[in-house]
């Protein structure tokens, strides 16, 4: 059997490295988020106008973003497990979510994108075996997110990764879950090589049984 899986988390969670560590074994294939091609769409930076003008680009974005990720989640993997960075699922339950509570996207904006959504997953193509949420204190986020230094993220505020951070928790944490998937917690205040050894023993039994 094959499994699909998903590393979710919060922005600065440190879902690349995990991704980077798993791309060395064998048993994995990884498909990685699509943002080169958000900051250069056809030359546009649409990664940068959503944080300079979400009211304005909200909706391209977020309709781009689930649109490339029903594509990543139909791609076939040659390895038996299958690893992707993020899915479309965080897009519609985190960030969607968040722009619609925000009052950024408009009802109509609202729908739509949850229409275009709930087609897209009726494919089989995008099932999930096992989501991976790499749950991290914003604080410890933000301080990531500032060490990396990419220049669209120069205006993320700590208010910004708690909102997601709850959106998150909503989809995802034991017990107000909503999320029907199976779900590893892994605690990604620690070390990167707790992170590793957590996901890598987990993904091991996954394969052996
Ligand atoms: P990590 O630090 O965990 O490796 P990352 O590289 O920050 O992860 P993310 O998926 O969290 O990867 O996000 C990359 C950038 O794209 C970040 O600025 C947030 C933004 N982003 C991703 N998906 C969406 C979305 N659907 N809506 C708005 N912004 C998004």
Redesign the pocket.
Known sequence: KKFTIAVE?????????VLAYLSKSSLCDIVT?P?DS?TNLNGNNL?GM?YNNPHRWGFA??AN?QMTLAKLHAQQSKAPIKVM??SIYS?RYC?VENLYRNNILHNVEYEILNDWFQMLISNDSCHLDLIIY?RAKPETCLE?IKSRN?P??QSITIDYLKQLHERHEDWLAPQIRTSTTPVLIVDANQTKEHVYNTTSTHLLTLTTC
């Open positions: 988390g919060n922005i600065g969670s440190g879902k690349s490295t988020e943002v958000w990664l959503l974005f977020q973003a960075e993020r897009t960030f790499l990531r990419r669209e993220e």
